[in-house]
C-alpha cells in the first residue's frame, strides 16, 4: 500500500541529513506505528510520504486516497463541527448540502452526532481531535496518516480515542501509519512498530497480542521493556 525505497531527505541549509536511506513497506490493512526520539525525522518521513514534503532522493510510491489526521486537529475556527468535518469534500468541489449529509456517518462514527452545529472553541480538546478524525474519514482514504494524533490529551481521552481508532481501523478496512513518541501508546495499537533513530530506520517490531493489548499483562509489558532499551540505547 505504502512503498518507500532509498528515501534521503536534507533540508536547505541543514548541514546533515534529516532522512538516510529510509526503506519501508506498509501492507493492506496494516497498521503501523513510527516511534522514534524527538528529532529523528518521523513527521519528515510522515509529510514526504502525504506529498506534503520532497524527498531530496529515493522513490516512494503511494495510493491517491489518503488522509493526514494533525496533532492539534487543525480545524477552521469559523466553520462549525459539520462544515469542518466536510471541509475535504467541500473543498473538492462538492456542494454544501451533500457534503454535509455525507459527513454525518463520520460524525456518528466518533461520536459527534450532536455536536455537528457547535463550533471549535465549544470543544474539548478530544472533541476537536475526533472532528479531525472525521474530516480525515469522510473522503474515504484508503490510508490515514497521523502524527502524535493524541499527545496533548488526557490519558481517558486518549484510551478512548485508541478504542475508536481501533474500530474504524477495522470496519473501515484501512492502512494506518501512525507517530507516535510513546512506547506504550504503539504496542497498545500496532501491528508492527518502526523504530527511527538520527534519520534512520534502527529497528522494527511485530505485535503479536491480541486485543486489547493491555490485557495480556506479562507479555505486553515485556515488549514495552524490550523497544524501551532499543529507544534508549
Ligand atoms: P520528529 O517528528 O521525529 O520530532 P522532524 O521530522 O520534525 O522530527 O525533524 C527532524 C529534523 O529535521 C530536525 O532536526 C528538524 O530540525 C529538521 N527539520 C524539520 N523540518 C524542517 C524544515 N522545514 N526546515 C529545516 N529543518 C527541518
Ligand atoms: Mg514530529
Not at 467541500?90 to 454544501?96: F, I, P, R, S, Y
Request: with cysteine.
Amino acid at each position: 500500500m505504502i512503498e518507500l525505497k532509498n528515501i534521503h531527505k536534507q533540508y536547505p541549509g541543514v548541514p546533515k541529513e534529516t532522512l538516510k536511506d529510509i526503506n519501508l513497506a506498509v501492507q493492506d490493512e496494516e497498521l503501523v506505528c513510527l516511534i522514534g526520539p524527538s528529532g529523528c525525522g518521523k513527521s519528515t518521513l510522515l509529510q514526504i510520504i502525504a506529498n506534503l514534503e520532497e524527498a531530496t532522493s529515493g522513490t516512494i510510491e503511494v495510493p491517491d486516497e489518503m488522509s493526514m489526521v494533525f496533532q492539534s486537529g487543525a480545524l477552521l475556527p469559523w466553520l462549525t463541527v459539520e462544515q469542518n468535518a466536510a471541509f475535504g469534500l467541500t473543498a473538492k468541489g462538492k456542494n454544501k448540502k451533500e457534503a454535509a449529509r455525507e459527513v454525518k456517518p463520520f460524525l456518528a462514527m466518533v461520536g459527534l452526532t450532536e455536536l455537528a452545529q457547535k463550533y471549535p472553541h465549544e470543544l474539548s480538546g478530544g472533541q476537536r481531535q475526533r472532528v479531525g478524525i472525521a474530516r480525515a474519514l469522510a473522503i474515504k482514504p484508503r490510508v490515514l496518516l497521523l502524527d502524535e494524533p493524541f499527545s496533548a490529551l488526557d490519558p481517558k481521552t486518549t484510551h478512548e480515542l485508541h478504542e475508536d481508532l481501533l474500530k474504524i481501523w477495522r470496519e473501515q478496512k484501512l492502512t494506518i501509519l501512525m507517530v507516535s513518541h510513546l512506547i506504550e501508546e504503539s504496542v497498545s495499537l500496532a501491528d508492527r512498530i518502526v523504530l527511527m533513530k538520527d534519520g534512520v530506520i534502527a529497528d522494527t517490531f511485530k505485535v503479536p497480542l491480541t486485543y486489547p493489548r493491555r490485557e495480556n499483562g506479562l507479555p505486553f509489558h515485556e515488549l514495552v521493556q524490550k523497544i524501551r532499551k532499543e529507544f534508549f540505547k
